[in-house]
């Protein structure tokens, strides 16, 4: 028979701690982050990338973190509500434009592959090496949002560190 935790909404209740589950995992996803935050790629890009990620997966705890972190590092409120409709918003640089469509291209490679176009673009704006940095980095919140959305990670408790603006 269900137990109450199964009709709860999404969300509501955490299914498996992951965390706790696999520790080897998560240590190497962690080491992951840890690479793309050195990487060079500059962290507000980075925190940009996350959230459009995390929008088209729909990771609520994802975008709750990701959205305190940019703005922790200054990000402005109003760049991060217009970020799901970032092709009519003229507030994104052109860099930023090459990185978000190639974040759409790889979080959607399932039903749209990898555009050529999207692919020149992206090669327009980032180095071979920055291109595939940019590249690990959506596949780890696409993975970070895997876990988060299959075992309903609690939304809401993250604090960011305090970090300087870029």
Known sequence: MPDERDRAPHGTHARIDHYAVAPG??????????????????HALLELVKMRASQINGCARCLDMHSKDARAAGETEQRL???????????????????LA????LTLVSTNDVPDEVYRLA??????KELVDLSLA????????????????????HQPQK????
């Open 25 to 42: 995992a998560i240590a190497a996803l962690r080491g992951l982050e840890t690479y793309v935050r050195n990487c060079g790629i500059e």
């Open 138 to 157: 959506i596949v780890a919140i696409n993975g970070w949002n895997r876990l988060a959305i299959a075992f309903r990670a609690e939304v809401g408790g």
């Open 123 to 128: 090669r327009a704006h980032f180095s071979e």
């Open 102 to 105: 190639w974040t759409e291209a």
């Open 81 to 99: 509500y217009l970020l799901s409709a970032w092709r009519e918003a003229p507030c994104y640089g052109a860099r930023e434009r090459a990185a």
């Open 163 to 166: 970090r300087r603006p870029a």
